[in-house]
């Protein structure tokens, strides 16, 4: 395909964007910079906090040890070596269900995080409701879902949303840019604010208090700048687990050692991105 047919392509399935004003993506912070003062502070605040759930965690993560390094024939297993979810992320989504057992477990964006769910309400013997939301998942999700919503998550009425519980427990991992009408914006603008207090929810690809990782840079990711609005401008939110602060951490990436340390680990992501909070 050339040049002006790819533009063409690209234009139809509206995802060619012109802007008036040139855009120029750089890292301001990490990666090489200092992390963003304010936000490295509201974190590093939280550092006692992060600390005591990783501890009430590790006993709970102890089923995952079985998990294999690589894919099995049996697609719908989870496994550590995988292209799109690190350890750490892993450890917390699971550790995060295993702790808080919610009803109700709402996916926006399914995949190699919806194997690790569902490995968690297996192994602890959970009556978490897996509620899947994703336009085109992989095959073997529908299979270990209790309900899919095969749809992006701008059409799903909001009214859905109202009838979450602090009992339930959501997980986004969507198309991580905020545009008018995009997944991001809705859950931002319209979700989020709606979830009761005692809700917990996580959001994934976050690298506060860093910018994205410069090789991210032409893919204009920038879900992680709302985030830092709601975290900066006020304490509706608590955080519970920053994956990858406590990846730039040592003192609290040791904490989970004895699962680094297992041979089925090795070759993995130890760090992460899942961003988990509480609302106030």
Not at 123 to 128: A, G, P
Not at 167 to 179: E, L, P, Q, T
Request: with cysteine; glycine share 4%.
């Amino acid at each position: 395909m050339n040049r002006n047919a790819h533009w063409l392509y690209l234009k139809n399935r509206r995802q060619l964007i012109e802007l008036d004003f040139p855009v120029t993506p750089k890292v301001r912070h990490g990666h090489g910079q200092p992390p963003e003062a304010l936000m490295l502070a509201r974190l590093t605040a939280c550092s006692d906090h992060f600390a005591s759930q990783m501890r009430m965690i590790l006993p709970l993560l102890e089923p995952m040890l079985t998990i294999p390094s690589d894919p099995i024939a049996d697609a719908s297993e989870p496994n550590w070596v995988n292209p799109a979810f690190p350890a750490l992320d892993a450890m917390a989504l699971y550790g995060m269900i295993a702790l808080h057992k919610p009803e109700r477990l709402i996916e926006i964006g399914s995949g190699f995080s919806t194997k690790f769910a569902r490995r968690a309400i297996r192994d602890h013997r959970l009556d978490t409701q897996l509620i899947s939301i994703d336009p085109e998942p992989r095959a073997e999700i529908d299979d270990i879902c209790d309900e899919v919503i095969r749809a992006p998550l701008e059409e799903v009425p909001i009214s859905f949303f109202e009838t979450l519980t602090s009992k339930d427990m959501v997980f986004f991992d969507g198309s991580h840019r905020s545009f008018q009408n995009s997944d991001v914006t809705v859950f931002f603008n319209e979700i989020l604010p709606r979830l009761k207090s005692g809700t917990v929810f996580g959001i994934h690809d976050i690298f506060l208090p860093d910018d994205y990782p410069p090789a991210w840079l032409e893919w204009y990711f920038n879900e992680q700048y709302l985030l830092a609005s709601w975290l900066l401008a006020g304490d509706k939110l608590k955080p519970d687990f920053a994956a990858y602060f406590i990846g730039e951490t040592p003192d609290l990436h040791a904490i989970f050692a004895s699962m680094w340390s297992h041979p089925n680990l090795v070759g993995a992501n130890h760090n992460g991105g899942a961003f988990f909070s509480t609302i106030s």
